[in-house]
Every structure is written in structure tokens, then in C-alpha cells.
């Protein structure tokens, strides 16, 4: 089966009316009215973001997720993709067919369609990007770097669980119920939160909570304190036997939103996440970097800043 | 040199409004009013598209030019890109270097800016992916399924110098000049043609003559007859040794245009193309598939209907 047999049997089913059927050079959109388009690419690579045999529908869905995020912590709301793929020659096409079912799954899931794309062939690793394209009220969509010392610093979820999700999927630890391998696998883009005029800024952490706090902080020229105890915690990692306390500090893949909130913006905050908890987790400050603090005052030393792609 | 201080290094100063410093989630894009967004992406892999010692500025520069091909062929004026990156740790910082100062220079060219994108390790190969945007007065996108029987087939310049220049490259046969070379490395995509109005169909020649050709036969519904003697052929070609009929003709990478066009709309298309040559190859019949007819009328079997990835 050639490259278009491959597009035109798994792909084009998929596109969406801008996409013209996947059968010309390129998608012709007509960008909703007063609206500005926020766009936004991620990859993933064989043996850097996926392991060779896993699930192929859930790859594609993360693939999605992973850029949905981005456009989540834009405020923006999702309306179509490009796909570029590149694959081995000697892939089984159930390979593709089952890739392809993940995509459809989570356009369904989220709303939006295949503009169109690129394939090749690969001489080695599969890889994969996707672009998404969203779209948001003229000034609204949220800052990165608008964030101000006294700002309280909050996050979505729990944290930490996909990156032990990973650990356990490496046999280093027990996930009794399967949810952190879940977590690991198909994370949550926190789309549809109406967080403009209330956040100051906003981040998804893809990177670790460290690390993409790190990034709020140099953007906006302010040091970050964090209370470790008051970091959330699912019931999955609770029960296990450590804290891992650094890796759910600097462990990425959870793609839960960082935000920064004037205090006085508390209450806005909660109500405007209603159906998703929230948790304060610490306060920006003058000065630069991020400091850690225990439950006990002391200031904890991390071995890394950041979340290293496996 | 990590991730972030080789964005911030290199890529940070390609980056236009939109793309906030390439410090965001993602860029936000106030569309063009009135006008429809054009939308396309395409990928060069090391070893696939490109040898791992070829000049990266040049690299760079065919990544957008394959991509503004695409907007050619669509009549859309090009506005910006995003850019995904997956490097090899051992990669010099000076192959970024001369990358990015490809895509500086190419953005001169063609006034567009950098958006945003992602960039990760690789394990192995260089993979690199352009998303190009742009713009095209709503409606006035070209088809490309839209070639009716009786249309002309038009091509833009000389066709086959790339697959040529290819060859020389591998040592194949002698480009005196450096002409084919050049051609195959440094394609010119065919922009700022008023073509709205005048033509029925257009393609860009990526994949080859031949096989672009049956792409747009096949989206129409239709047969196409080309003379093997019509297809135009640059003075370097002309004084080679041998014809390369086939490869001229099934050969890619030459970014070339391909047409269809009413026969009573031929001159408005040679005003549109003043400065761009355009030649009568063939025309558009009931039917199917792509006949080659030589110089003595019979028609001309090829083995291969396309291009082959080095």
C-alpha cells in the first residue's frame, strides 16, 4: 500500500470540509469572524515520546492532547488540525488503521477535523507532529508573561501522576488500579476553562511543574516559593509507599494548567473552574528562580530542573 | 547548549509578532480581513530528503520553498510559518547556525516570519517539518480538481532539472554549469502568479511530472495526453548527452506549476505569467490515467509513475 492508498483509505476519512477531501496542496480555512487564530505544532518521536509498541490509538490521541494543552493554556478553543507523519515502510498497516481510529476518537472528543497534513516515508523511527489551529476573542488570549509578584500560584489536577505512570510502565513501581499508566497515556487538556481577566498567567506543564514554573518566572521577571506539602496529590500516588516528592516536582506529561492569579482573584478562579479542582501551590515574588519549601520551612535542593524525555 | 538556549539563541530573532518571542504555548494570529487562510505543511528528513552533509542553510531554505510551493499552487500569498525541529544531541551548534541563517535570509525573500513551532532530540535522523500560512481572497483559492475536457496542460519553466541536478549529485553525469544542482537544492516556487479566473486546475510538480499529473486526472475525472517533445527543457538539459525523457518526466522536486487551462484562456495566462515562461504540453480527454505521446505519435510507456525518496 503506497503513501496515498495509506491517505486515502485512513486519512481522508478524517478531513474535514477546509481539509478538501486531503487531495490538494493545502487547506483553505475561513477563520471564524472577530476572532484571532492561535496555532501551535508539537511532535512525538518513536523512543523519545512513545515506546515502539504502544497502543497506536493512544498515541494519536496524545498527539492531539499534547497540543490541545498548548491551546488550553492559550484560553483558546480547539477547531481543526494538520497531521505530518512519517513512517517506516515495513509498518503493518493495522499500525495505521488503529493510529488513525485514535484520531477519530478524539476528533469527536473534542470537536475538530483534519485540515490535511504530510506523510513520508521513514528510514528509521516513526514521527509524528500535528498542528492545531484555535481560535479566541481579539485580546484574550492568556498571557505567559503577565505575572506579578504577590500573584498566588495555582494549578489544575494533581501533579506528578504521569510521570510515575512512566515509572510504572517501567516496572520501577506498582499502579495498582491502572490509573497513573492512564495519566501517563491519555492526559486531559483543561480546554473550556473561561480563565481571561482572571489569570495573569497561564502554562501547561508539559515539562514538569518546575520546570515550566521556571519559565513563568523568567518571562515575567519574579522568583516562584512553592510549598511541597501543598502540591495536590492524586489517590494513586498517596497510597504508594514514597512521596517521590522530586519526580512529581520535576516530571512532565501532566498536562494540567499553572497558572498565576491576583489573590484577589481567588474566588473568580474557582468559580470559573467549577468542574476541575484547583489547588494554591505557592506565590511569585521578587527576585528569580524557583524555591521549593518543605513542610518543615527548610528549602529543598532539586537534582534537576527539569523533565528529561525518556 | 540546551533546547531552550537553542531556541533563544537561533530561533528567537526569526520570530514576528505573532509569535510572542517563541515563548508561548502557541502564536496568536490576527487573520487578514476578508480573506481566507491557506494552510500547509511539509517535512525533510535526513536521508530521505536531504543528505546528512548537505548545506543546512539550504536546508532550510527548500523547507520553506517546498512549502510556499504549496501556497503557489493554491494562488495564496504566503504570511508565516511554524517550525518543528527534532536534532540529534551531537548535532554542532553551527549546522543550527547556518539553519537558522537559511530561514533568515528565505523570510527576506519572501516576507513572511517565523510563529512558532517545537523542537525536541532525536534519536537518530534529523527531522525537520514547516507549517506555512496564508492568505487568498475568499474563494479564489485554485482547485485542483477542477480540469474539464479540452483544457490545455500548461507547465511554469523547464521541468526535469532537478532529478538531473540529483543525478549530478550522485556523480551521475557531468552539470557543468551547476545549474541542475542548483535547481534540485534551491527550488523557486512559482508565487504572485494572478492565475484566479484563468485556470481550471493547478498543481505544484513535487512528486513528478507524470504522477502530479494523474492527481489531478484522477480528482477530475479524466485522461490527459502530454507530447514528450513539448515538455519544456532548460539550456542544461539541452546539452547533456542523452534525452532523460523518464526522468524528466516522472522526476520530482522541481516546483514547477502544473495547469489546466481553457484553450480560449491562453492568453491571460501568458499576460498572467509575464515573467514566468509557461509552455502547451498536452491536453485534458475523457477518460483515464496520463498518455505520453512521442515525437512520431506513438505513445511512450514508463516504468514508474512516480518519484522515489532518494
Known amino acids: 500500500m503506497d503513501e496515498f492508498a495509506r491517505i486515502e483509505k485512513f486519512l481522508a476519512p478524517l478531513a474535514g470540509e477546509a481539509g478538501l477531501g486531503l487531495k490538494d496542496d493545502a487547506a483553505v480555512l475561513s477563520p471564524p469572524a472577530g476572532r484571532q487564530l492561535v496555532l501551535t505544532v508539537d511532535q512525538m518521536l518513536e523512543g523519545v515520546h512513545f515506546f515502539t509498541d504502544d497502543n497506536p490509538a493512544l498515541i494519536a490521541r496524545k498527539l492531539l492532547r499534547r497540543n490541545l494543552s498548548d491551546l488550553a493554556a492559550m484560553g483558546a478553543v480547539p477547531l481543526g488540525y494538520l497531521l505530518t507523519t512519517a513512517l517506516p515502510a515495513a509498518l503493518p498497516e493495522a499500525w495505521l488503521a488503529a493510529f488513525a481510529q ?62 510515575l505512570g512512566l515509572e510504572a510502565r517501567r516496572g520501577k513501581l506498582r499502579d495498582r488500579t491502572g490509573f497513573l499508566t492512564n495519566r501517563s497515556l491519555l492526559p486531559e487538556p483543561r480546554l473550556n476553562l473561561p480563565l481571561a481577566g482572571i489569570v495573569s498567567a497561564a502554562i501547561d506543564i508539559s515539562d514538569g511543574l518546575v520546570q515550566d514554573l521556571a519559565h513563568i518566572c523568567r518571562g515575567s521577571g519574579l522568583a516562584a516559593e512553592i510549598q511541597a506539602n501543598a502540591i495536590p496529590k492524586s489517590a494513586a500516588v498517596a497510597e504508594l509507599d514514597d512521596d517521590y516528592l522530586e519526580l512529581r516536582l520535576t516530571g512532565g506529561d501532566d498536562y494540567e494548567l499553572l497558572l498565576a492569579v491576583p489573590p484577589e482573584k481567588a474566588d473568580a478562579l474557582q468559580g470559573a473552574c467549577a468542574d476541575v479542582p484547583v489547588t494554591r501551590i505557592g506565590v511569585f515574588q521578587p527576585g528569580e528562580g524557583v524555591n521549593i519549601v518543605s513542610g518543615s520551612g527548610a528549602k529543598l535542593a532539586l537534582s534537576s530542573s527539569g523533565w528529561k524525555h525518556f
Open 102 to 163: 485514535g484520531l477519530e476518537t478524539d476528533q469527536r472528543v473534542f470537536g475538530i477535523v483534519l485540515l490535511g497534513g504530510d506523510s513520508s516515508s521513514a528510514r528509521a523511527d516513526i514521527s509524528l507532529t500535528a498542528t492545531l489551529i484555535g481560535h479566541v476573542a481579539p485580546g484574550q488570549a492568556l498571557p505567559r508573561h503577565g505575572a506579578r509578584a504577590g500573584d498566588h500560584i495555582w494549578v489544575t489536577g494533581t501533579i506528578g501522576d504521569a510521570a
